[in-house]
């Protein structure tokens, strides 16, 4: 009886697949360059505002200065390397992981620049650390896909298709009628159009990812219109989301956008690939009950760090929920570290 329940427990985790494991190298390669980039872009800050106008009240010197370029070609790897982590591994997996780089910029932080880090904050690395394990030990198998016409078999399926309709009409509902009224006053408003946004963007971004990977097989996917007709979805939906990211962070302090829109944005995005990839159709009851668990230990340290973030020892203030952005002594704007992709593409 217990050879059989030992036999049914390895079924059930069989290891990693090739693909997973070259995703999670990928998502975690994304994570250490885009950590490091915000490091080493504040150390470029830093220096250009020697020379001249703080970017925090409006000045550009920093592009004249070489250490913040080498930030924003770091930065630019790690974008690369989580698009292609799509393409190898399911978002489930891929997306969670983006939590990492905010484990790596608080560490880095924490030595090169000697910004404090609370003892809660350490302890909110570690159960991302956790969170994160769990999820990649437990993670589904990336299904095989021969073709860009199998993902859009998928996209076109009824179930994906209610989902994108509920997704658009919302967002649209939101920009319509609710931005003019809310936008400036409530975070929840520009969080909600880019996490909605978003989770059709991963999904498209896989699509593409794919299309690419097959292709650089030497399978040429670039001739199917439906290659084309996901990279114009990718387009639309990241220059959106970055419309209202920019909105968001314009208006309202990181501190509250960062972690809001990473809870939003990922739970909708793993959302989408279930209802699209089918993902835990390929998994028991076990394997996905573990997943949202380390899911909910990511989001519980994701919180913990950025509500802990300007504390110092001793210190029991804590941020409000509402918190316009403002400028430290430096003149530098008081921001946290962005958890997406998306939104450390408008850090400067």
């Not at 997306?95 to 620049?113: D, Y």
């Not at 880019?194 to 996917?221: D, H, P, R, Y």
Request: aromatic share 10%.
């Amino acid at each position: 009886m217990a050879e059989s329940g030992g036999g049914g427990w390895r079924d059930s985790y069989r290891g990693m697949s090739s693909d997973n494991i070259k995703g999670m190298v990928l998502a975690i390669s994304s994570s250490l360059f885009i950590g490091a980039s915000f490091i080493v872009k504040k150390k470029g800050l830093k220096k250009a505002a020697t020379t001249g106008t703080r970017a925090g009240v409006g000045g550009y010197s920093y592009l004249y200065e070489p250490l913040w370029w080498i930030g924003m070609t770091t930065m630019l790897l790690g974008e690369i390397a989580n698009f292609a982590a799509y393409a190898f591994a399911p978002a489930i997996l891929v997306t969670p992981l983006g939590a990492l780089s905010i484990i790596i910029s608080a560490v880095l932080a924490h030595i090169i620049l000697r910004e404090k880090l609370h003892i809660f904050g350490i302890l909110g690395c570690a159960l991302c650390v956790v969170g994160s394990t769990t999820i990649v030990l437990h993670a589904p198998q990336e299904q095989e896909i021969d073709s860009v016409l199998e993902v859009w078999n998928l996209a076109t399926e009824p179930a994906f298709m209610f989902y994108a309709s509920i997704i658009i009409g919302a967002a649209v509902f939101l920009i319509i009628r609710v931005v003019p009224q809310y936008g400036q006053t409530n975070v929840m408003v520009y969080i909600a159009i880019c996490s909605l946004v978003g989770s059709l963007s991963v999904m498209s971004v896989k699509a593409l990812g794919i299309a690419l990977k097959l292709t650089f097989s030497g399978t040429n996917q670039l001739f199917y219109p439906q290659t084309w007709v996901f990279t114009l979805v990718v387009l639309t939906c990241v220059i959106t989301q970055l419309n209202y990211l920019n909105k968001a962070l314009d208006t309202f302090n990181t501190a509250i956008v960062s972690p809001i829109y990473y809870v939003m944005f990922t739970s909708l995005t793993i959302l989408a690939s279930v209802i699209m990839f089918k993902d835990w159709d390929r998994q028991n009851g076990t394997q996905i009950v573990t997943e949202m668990c380390g899911f909910v230990t990511i989001l519980s340290g994701t919180f913990l760090l950025h509500r802990t973030k300007d504390m110092v020892e001793g210190s029991s203030v804590i941020l409000p929920l509402r918190i316009s952005k403002h400028v430290n002594e430096d003149g530098f704007e008081s921001e946290g570290i962005p958890l997406r992709r998306q939104e450390s593409l408008m850090s400067v």
